[in-house]
């Protein structure tokens, strides 16, 4: 054997060594990709539940949103009124007052001021 069929098969070797020790990392790349591809479809099958769910949730709860808008508008009704009566409580109030408020605290003065002159002249 001659020194370049020797440097020939010690190159030949190192060139078998680099693949084998190239494989292994190579190897493991390849099942991470595998498990990668695994969870990815994984996640596509569980997914799609997830948002059919998610959906639903969302419908029941524009459902809710829509009931809360027509109490609110209810409320709002209730409110109204509620406001109109005090108003017409309040304006009675002052009609009373006036129409018959001041009559009624002299006819009050008058009866008093009666009671008090018969009690004068039946206790002298």
Do not use: W
């Amino acid at each position: 054997m001659t020194v370049g069929e020797i440097a020939g098969l010690i190159a030949a070797i190192a060139a078998c060594v680099l693949v084998a020790l190239a494989a292994v990392p190579l190897l493991k790349l390849g099942r991470v990709l595998d498990e990668l591809r695994l969870a990815v479809r994984d996640v596509g099958h569980n997914s799609v539940p997830i948002l059919q769910e998610l959906k639903s949730t969302v419908v029941a709860t524009n459902d809710e949103l829509a009931k809360l808008s027509v109490v609110t508008e209810d409320a709002s009704r209730v409110s109204g009124h509620a406001t109109v009566v005090s108003e017409n409580a309040a304006q009675l109030s002052t009609l009373f007052a006036t129409t018959l408020g001041g009559p009624l605290v002299k006819t009050a003065a008058f009866t008093y001021g009666v009671r008090k002159a018969f009690k004068g002249r039946n206790g002298k």
